[in-house]
């Protein structure tokens, strides 16, 4: 895990204890022929694989089928690439793929912009509901799925996930302008995830300030921050880069219905 930080930082936070188990998540560990560990799948709610070799995917491919099937495959694109043509057969075709998911990550020395400070903040509960809403918006618009259908059970991860000071947001005047929240971290990196800048707030500006506040904060604890993007969203790409993001490695994810 920690040769490929970036690409492997959730898997190294279920390694350290970072992610609570499910009732059915479970770690499968591959070695080759001469003890040496050459792989590893974590099998849950979505599948996610390290692999060195051919061989290695081809092993985790078996293990697929005693589990029940996940909603996603995320990973290392050739990882993932790799897993699916050993299981496309057999396995239920994937609703949406994400074929190129750019790796971005960022280090306190990189971040390029230097605009005003803004009053960006750890989330608090009474946020909780403004928060899942907007990110029920955007996993609508990008997942095909509403959360919302089960929403107290999503409201309270929210709630959750506030009470461990992983949500950032920036409201001004009871109006949300923008949020993300801190998921798997490591030693070497903390992984940004549900970035948003609502669709009525955006062309401000917003988006580059509060990222920046949210980098400049986290960076007294993180050694780095990292996520992944859809390629397809350039404004997000532009967005990543212009503050200092340096591209490092790309994921793919199948979502299955």
Known sequence: MARRPYDNVFLQWVLEGGHGPGTSDELVLSRDARGSVNGLAYFGAQLVVAADDENTVDALAVELRKHREPRSFVGPKEAVDALWQCVREWHPQPSIV????????????ALRYAGADVGVR?????????I??????MILGELGYDPRANRHAFTSAVRRAIALGLWWVWIVDGRLRFQLNVGPRTESTAQLQG???????????????????VARRLFATEASLSLYVNDFNT?????????GFSRVGTFSTLLFP
């Open 122 to 130: 750890r989330a608090r509960d009474e946020d909780a509901a403004v």
């Open 98 to 109: 994400r074929a190129v998911q750019p790796v971005y990550a960022l280090t306190p020395e």
């Open 132 to 137: 899942a809403d907007h990110s029920a918006r």
């Open 235 to 243: 404004p997000a790409i532009s967005l990543y880069e212009r503050l």
């Open 195 to 213: 970035v948003w800048t609502p669709p009525e707030q955006r062309r401000n500006g917003y988006a580059a300030l509060a990222l920046a506040g």
